[in-house]
């Protein structure tokens, strides 16, 4: 008998409405954020997850920075998810 395991990753998006700075361009835009939650599975079946990542990206510029945990949630209130 043999096992299969592996690792899949989930993304959820996130459209802060509020307008802000981008690091990058240094423009008043609308930010996009990101929740990565990597999952370790065995037969396909997500079991557990084992690492969280935060980013966000300009929607002019497409700079992508990556963020901190404290930085997701103190801008979490005023987000509104997007489904695919």
Not at 8 to 27: A, I, N, W
């Amino acid at each position: 008998m043999f096992i299969i395991y592996g690792t899949k990753v989930f993304t959820k998006r996130y459209l802060k409405d509020l307008p802000d700075l981008c690091p990058d361009c240094s423009e008043q835009v609308k930010l996009l954020y990101f929740h990565q939650r990597k999952w370790f599975s065995i037969f396909w079946i997500p079991l557990f997850p084992y690492r969280n990542k935060y980013y966000k990206t300009c929607s002019r510029c497409d700079n992508l920075h990556s963020i901190n945990k404290a930085e997701f949630i103190q801008n979490r209130e005023s987000m509104s998810q997007i489904k695919d």
